[in-house]
Protein backbone atom coordinates (compact mmCIF):
# COMPACT_ATOMS: atom_id res chain seq x y z
CA UNK A 1 0.00 0.00 0.00
CA UNK A 2 1.16 3.58 -1.17
CA UNK A 3 2.24 6.31 1.59
CA UNK A 4 -0.39 8.21 2.48
CA UNK A 5 -0.72 12.04 2.00
CA UNK A 6 0.28 12.94 5.41
CA UNK A 7 3.50 10.53 5.30
CA UNK A 8 4.55 11.66 2.16
CA UNK A 9 4.10 15.55 3.36
CA UNK A 10 5.94 14.34 5.90
CA UNK A 11 8.73 12.96 3.97
CA UNK A 12 9.44 15.79 1.53
CA UNK A 13 9.74 17.78 4.91
CA UNK A 14 11.82 15.53 6.36
CA UNK A 15 14.34 15.83 3.33
CA UNK A 16 14.39 19.55 2.85
CA UNK A 17 14.19 20.64 6.25
CA UNK A 18 16.42 19.35 8.46
CA UNK A 19 14.79 18.74 11.89
CA UNK A 20 16.30 20.44 15.65
CA UNK A 21 16.12 18.76 18.60
CA UNK A 22 13.84 19.48 21.36
CA UNK A 23 14.08 19.95 24.84
CA UNK A 24 11.69 17.04 26.62
CA UNK A 25 9.41 20.30 28.24
CA UNK A 26 8.97 21.37 23.73
CA UNK A 27 8.37 18.31 22.89
CA UNK A 28 5.52 17.63 25.63
CA UNK A 29 4.08 20.87 25.04
CA UNK A 30 4.12 19.38 21.33
CA UNK A 31 1.94 16.31 21.71
CA UNK A 32 -0.32 18.85 23.08
CA UNK A 33 -0.56 21.74 20.52
CA UNK A 34 -0.28 20.93 17.15
CA UNK A 35 1.40 24.24 15.60
CA UNK A 36 4.26 23.87 18.48
CA UNK A 37 4.91 20.83 16.87
CA UNK A 38 5.29 22.06 13.45
CA UNK A 39 7.21 25.20 14.52
CA UNK A 40 9.89 23.33 16.30
CA UNK A 41 10.02 20.08 13.35
CA UNK A 42 11.23 22.52 10.95
CA UNK A 43 14.00 24.94 9.62
CA UNK A 44 11.26 27.93 9.21
CA UNK A 45 10.20 27.28 12.56
CA UNK A 46 11.56 30.65 13.88
CA UNK A 47 9.13 32.75 11.46
CA UNK A 48 6.58 30.55 13.18
CA UNK A 49 7.54 31.26 16.53
CA UNK A 50 5.80 34.47 17.84
CA UNK A 51 2.69 32.62 16.70
CA UNK A 52 3.58 29.58 18.52
CA UNK A 53 4.55 31.52 21.71
CA UNK A 54 1.04 33.29 21.83
CA UNK A 55 -0.74 30.55 21.40
CA UNK A 56 1.23 28.35 23.96
CA UNK A 57 0.27 31.34 26.04
CA UNK A 58 -3.39 31.40 25.63
CA UNK A 59 -3.78 27.98 25.80
CA UNK A 60 -1.74 27.21 28.93
CA UNK A 61 -3.58 30.58 30.63
CA UNK A 62 -6.95 28.86 30.14
CA UNK A 63 -6.07 25.47 31.38
CA UNK A 64 -4.37 26.80 34.29
CA UNK A 65 -5.65 29.72 35.82
CA UNK A 66 -8.88 29.61 37.81
CA UNK A 67 -12.07 31.79 36.45
CA UNK A 68 -15.41 31.97 37.85
CA UNK A 69 -18.20 30.62 35.27
CA UNK A 70 -21.26 32.37 34.29
CA UNK A 71 -24.08 30.61 34.62
CA UNK A 72 -25.52 31.45 30.93
CA UNK A 73 -23.28 32.60 27.77
CA UNK A 74 -22.95 36.53 27.12
CA UNK A 75 -24.85 37.61 24.03
CA UNK A 76 -23.63 41.38 23.95
CA UNK A 77 -21.07 40.43 21.85
CA UNK A 78 -20.67 42.34 18.13
CA UNK A 79 -19.71 40.16 15.29
CA UNK A 80 -17.12 42.46 13.37
CA UNK A 81 -15.25 42.10 16.38
CA UNK A 82 -15.42 38.34 16.28
CA UNK A 83 -11.20 36.86 17.04
CA UNK A 84 -9.44 40.04 17.19
CA UNK A 85 -8.68 39.15 21.07
CA UNK A 86 -6.64 36.05 20.19
CA UNK A 87 -5.62 33.76 21.61
CA UNK A 88 -8.30 35.21 24.32
CA UNK A 89 -11.83 33.31 24.26
CA UNK A 90 -14.99 35.38 24.02
CA UNK A 91 -17.35 34.69 26.88
CA UNK A 92 -20.21 34.04 24.72
CA UNK A 93 -18.17 31.28 23.11
CA UNK A 94 -17.19 29.21 26.23
CA UNK A 95 -18.81 26.73 28.49
CA UNK A 96 -21.11 27.79 31.19
CA UNK A 97 -22.01 26.78 34.75
CA UNK A 98 -25.79 25.89 34.62
CA UNK A 99 -26.76 22.77 36.04
CA UNK A 100 -29.08 20.16 33.66
CA UNK A 101 -30.42 18.70 36.62
CA UNK A 102 -31.93 22.17 37.86
CA UNK A 103 -33.66 22.39 34.26
CA UNK A 104 -34.73 18.94 34.56
CA UNK A 105 -33.58 18.89 30.91
CA UNK A 106 -32.60 15.09 30.49
CA UNK A 107 -36.06 14.06 32.08
CA UNK A 108 -37.61 16.96 29.36
CA UNK A 109 -35.49 14.95 26.29
CA UNK A 110 -36.74 11.43 27.53
CA UNK A 111 -40.43 12.80 27.20
CA UNK A 112 -39.60 14.87 24.13
CA UNK A 113 -38.24 11.29 22.79
CA UNK A 114 -41.28 9.56 23.52
CA UNK A 115 -43.15 11.52 21.17
CA UNK A 116 -40.73 11.69 18.46
CA UNK A 117 -40.05 7.89 18.51
CA UNK A 118 -37.17 7.76 17.05
CA UNK A 119 -33.57 8.34 18.07
CA UNK A 120 -33.10 10.37 14.78
CA UNK A 121 -34.55 13.01 12.92
CA UNK A 122 -35.04 16.52 13.64
CA UNK A 123 -36.42 18.06 16.53
CA UNK A 124 -37.34 21.66 17.30
CA UNK A 125 -36.96 23.66 20.60
CA UNK A 126 -37.73 27.02 21.37
CA UNK A 127 -35.29 28.19 23.71
CA UNK A 128 -35.08 31.50 25.70
CA UNK A 129 -30.78 31.28 26.49
CA UNK A 130 -30.30 34.82 25.42
CA UNK A 131 -32.56 35.86 28.94
CA UNK A 132 -31.07 33.43 31.50
CA UNK A 133 -32.42 30.02 30.32
CA UNK A 134 -30.69 26.94 28.51
CA UNK A 135 -29.28 26.78 25.19
CA UNK A 136 -28.66 25.11 22.02
CA UNK A 137 -24.76 24.45 23.30
CA UNK A 138 -26.32 22.63 26.62
CA UNK A 139 -29.35 21.07 24.90
CA UNK A 140 -26.83 19.65 22.47
CA UNK A 141 -24.46 18.08 24.92
CA UNK A 142 -27.77 16.30 27.00
CA UNK A 143 -28.87 14.70 23.68
CA UNK A 144 -25.58 13.66 22.76
CA UNK A 145 -25.10 12.29 26.65
CA UNK A 146 -28.30 10.13 26.20
CA UNK A 147 -27.27 8.80 23.18
CA UNK A 148 -30.10 10.35 20.18
CA UNK A 149 -28.63 11.34 16.88
CA UNK A 150 -31.55 14.16 16.49
CA UNK A 151 -30.96 17.12 14.67
CA UNK A 152 -31.57 19.96 16.98
CA UNK A 153 -33.75 22.70 15.65
CA UNK A 154 -33.71 25.87 17.81
CA UNK A 155 -36.04 28.15 16.36
CA UNK A 156 -36.24 32.49 16.98
CA UNK A 157 -39.28 34.00 17.01
CA UNK A 158 -38.66 37.38 14.58
CA UNK A 159 -41.58 39.83 13.87
CA UNK A 160 -42.71 40.94 10.56
CA UNK A 161 -44.09 44.51 9.24
CA UNK A 162 -47.59 43.01 9.16
CA UNK A 163 -47.78 41.91 13.02
CA UNK A 164 -47.02 38.38 12.71
CA UNK A 165 -44.38 36.22 13.57
CA UNK A 166 -42.05 34.60 11.74
CA UNK A 167 -40.00 31.73 13.24
CA UNK A 168 -36.27 31.68 12.55
CA UNK A 169 -34.29 28.44 12.75
CA UNK A 170 -31.10 26.74 13.05
CA UNK A 171 -30.31 23.31 12.80
CA UNK A 172 -27.11 21.96 14.30
CA UNK A 173 -24.32 20.33 15.05
CA UNK A 174 -24.00 19.85 11.45
CA UNK A 175 -25.70 21.33 8.58
CA UNK A 176 -25.63 22.04 4.43
CA UNK A 177 -27.84 24.02 2.19
CA UNK A 178 -30.04 20.94 1.68
CA UNK A 179 -29.38 18.49 4.69
CA UNK A 180 -30.66 17.73 7.09
CA UNK A 181 -34.27 18.84 7.36
CA UNK A 182 -35.14 21.51 9.13
CA UNK A 183 -38.94 19.94 9.59
CA UNK A 184 -40.54 18.86 12.87
CA UNK A 185 -43.26 17.75 14.48
CA UNK A 186 -42.19 17.73 18.21
CA UNK A 187 -40.97 20.85 20.48
CA UNK A 188 -39.79 21.49 23.39
CA UNK A 189 -40.11 24.82 24.80
CA UNK A 190 -38.42 26.38 27.54
CA UNK A 191 -39.81 30.35 28.59
CA UNK A 192 -41.41 32.44 30.32
CA UNK A 193 -45.34 32.01 30.00
CA UNK A 194 -46.72 35.02 29.12
CA UNK A 195 -43.46 36.18 26.54
CA UNK A 196 -45.28 37.80 23.79
CA UNK A 197 -42.93 36.88 20.96
CA UNK A 198 -42.63 32.89 21.98
CA UNK A 199 -46.04 32.95 22.85
CA UNK A 200 -47.33 34.42 19.61
CA UNK A 201 -44.98 31.95 17.67
CA UNK A 202 -46.35 28.68 18.79
CA UNK A 203 -49.85 30.31 18.33
CA UNK A 204 -49.21 30.50 14.79
CA UNK A 205 -47.31 27.02 14.49
CA UNK A 206 -50.39 24.38 14.62
CA UNK A 207 -48.54 23.20 17.29
CA UNK A 208 -50.56 21.51 20.11
CA UNK A 209 -49.24 21.47 23.45
CA UNK A 210 -49.16 18.15 24.96
CA UNK A 211 -47.89 18.79 28.92
CA UNK A 212 -46.37 22.14 30.85
CA UNK A 213 -44.50 21.78 34.40
CA UNK A 214 -42.87 24.41 36.45
CA UNK A 215 -39.18 25.19 36.14
CA UNK A 216 -36.71 27.62 37.59
CA UNK A 217 -36.93 31.81 37.35
CA UNK A 218 -40.48 31.84 37.00
CA UNK A 219 -40.21 29.59 33.57
CA UNK A 220 -42.11 26.85 32.32
CA UNK A 221 -41.16 23.61 30.18
CA UNK A 222 -43.80 22.73 27.26
CA UNK A 223 -43.95 19.67 25.26
CA UNK A 224 -45.48 20.35 21.86
CA UNK A 225 -46.72 18.04 18.92
CA UNK A 226 -48.28 18.31 15.56
CA UNK A 227 -50.64 15.30 14.94
CA UNK A 228 -50.78 15.47 11.46
CA UNK A 229 -47.94 17.36 9.05
CA UNK A 230 -44.76 19.38 9.91
CA UNK A 231 -43.76 22.65 10.83
CA UNK A 232 -42.23 24.03 8.39
CA UNK A 233 -39.53 27.08 8.09
CA UNK A 234 -37.38 29.09 6.04
CA UNK A 235 -33.46 28.61 6.46
Not at 117 to 138: E, K, N, R, W
Amino acid sequence: MGASPADRLVAVGASEWPTVAAPGCLRAAAEELPLAAVAGASRPHWLLAPVAAIGAYGSASVYLSWTEVSSSQAHEHDFATAGRAWPWVHHAYTPTSMDPEVWKLDNSLKRLRDLQDSDHGTVGFLLDDADGGPGFGLVLSRVTALGYRWHVATVLPVPRPDGSIEGAIFVGPFTTDDWPSRDFRVLLAILRPGDPQRERWLEESGLDLVDSWGLPDEREGRLYQMENGWVTLER
